[in-house]
């Protein structure tokens, strides 16, 4: 196992440093004015790492990772695509609908696979509710939130690797109480692969010299990886959990881009119209520090996780999982809506409805 998680930590950094003078070389950077405060350009390439991190330990260790899953390869097609349309997007900014197209198709190729959500299991009682070719559309639904949950809270530095990484920890919990290790260490070196990423985004290395950010590539890739661990362990004879303790494990980003999408349809704004009023816009506007906000959110995601997790071990009835957690959606949205209250982004008075941007980048 030790040797399995350096050799991912060493993948990732080598393919993060290359993939950042090319990145530079080429363009691919993010430059500062607007919403993004950030000084000089920074390259985008944390999701080009991550990926390479997966593809280079599935071509020459084939052994650690999940290689029997019937749908890794599939998986493996579908972020492709999703890295190249990313990569295309932080470039030369896409339109909304070559983005859209291509994340529906990296849920279809799933879905062909047989892979998909035909269940939410038993949160109508003793009854289970299939959703038989309802399943598809919910599935591609699923996939559209799943990315764009994730790509909302790319806002300040560390929070998107440090919430994926919390999200990935409880992933790994499941796995392990169900007794399924590879899949276990699998969300294991996904912690791992973040790790050199997180060091340079965070400037624990290097400084400000050496500085990445994630780039819509990886937040599309990363909304997608934790979407099908999900569909995995929660899907099909053999799952490991509940469908509803998925929605425990992703609650905070799911909760944000809704919080968000309803506060911008209110103003009159596209639901995807950027703004400054994600959580982590609030909390820092409440007075923490950029790394007091994203240990505060990191938190947030691992105890709520955790509070599902242990809701199913206890073996509470899924509808009442179910009941438990939409009133932690709405007390999360009263919360939000009353620190938002409190500390208003002045800037919001004087904008104006504006296009949909579908993924924006957030800083």
Avoid at 71 to 88: D, E, K, Q
Avoid at 343 to 359: E, L, W
Wanted: aromatic share 10%; charged share 10%.
């Amino acid at each position: 196992m030790s040797k399995d998680i350096f050799i991912m930590f060493i993948t990732a950094m080598i393919a993060l440093l290359i993939a950042r003078v090319v990145a530079l070389k080429f363009g691919l950077v993010d430059k500062p004015g607007g919403r993004k405060q950030h000084k000089g350009e920074v390259p985008l390439v944390g999701g080009i790492s991550f990926y390479c991190a997966i593809a280079m330990f599935y071509i020459f260790m084939p052994e650690t990772l999940p290689h029997s899953e019937a749908h890794f390869l599939t998986y493996l097609l579908s972020i492709s695509l999703l890295l190249l349309v990313g990569i295309a997007d932080d470039r030369f900014d896409l339109p909304v609908v070559p983005r859209v197209v291509i994340q529906a198709m990296s849920a279809i190729i799933l879905m062909v696979d047989g892979l998909y959500l035909h269940t939410f299991g038993h949160v109508l009682g003793s009854f289970e509710l299939v959703l038989g070719p309802v399943g598809y559309l919910v599935t591609l639904l699923a996939t559209w939130a799943a990315i764009n949950a994730y790509n909302m809270i790319d806002g300040i530095d560390g929070l998107l690797g440090s919430v994926a990484g919390a999200t990935f920890a409880a992933l790994m919990v499941v796995f392990l109480l169900a007794g399924s290790e590879i899949r276990a260490m699998w969300c294991l070196l996904m912690i791992v692969a973040l790790i050199p990423y997180l060091m340079l985004n965070m400037g624990l290395i290097g400084s400000k010299r050496l500085k990445v950010f994630m780039g819509d590539a990886g937040s599309m890739v990363i909304g997608f990886t934790v979407l099908w661990l999900v569909m995995l362990s929660s899907q099909g004879e053999n799952a490991e959990m509940a469908p509803v303790i998925a929605l425990w494990l992703i609650a905070l980003p799911l909760m944000d881009m809704v919080a968000i999408m309803i506060r911008r349809v209110r103003r009159g704004h596209s639901p995807f119209h950027p703004d400054r009023d994600h959580l982590h816009h609030i909390l820092l506007r409440s007075g923490l520090t950029s790394r007091q906000t994203v240990l505060v959110m990191t938190i947030l995601t691992a105890t709520i996780a955790g509070f599902g997790i242990v809701l199913s071990i206890l073996g509470t009835p899924e509808w009442l999982s179910l009941v438990f957690f939409f009133g932690l959606f709405i007390s999360y949205l009263l919360a939000n809506n009353r620190l938002q209250s409190l500390n208003p982004d002045m800037r919001a008075q004087f904008s104006r409805p504006g296009t949909a941007t579908f993924t924006a980048s957030n800083r």
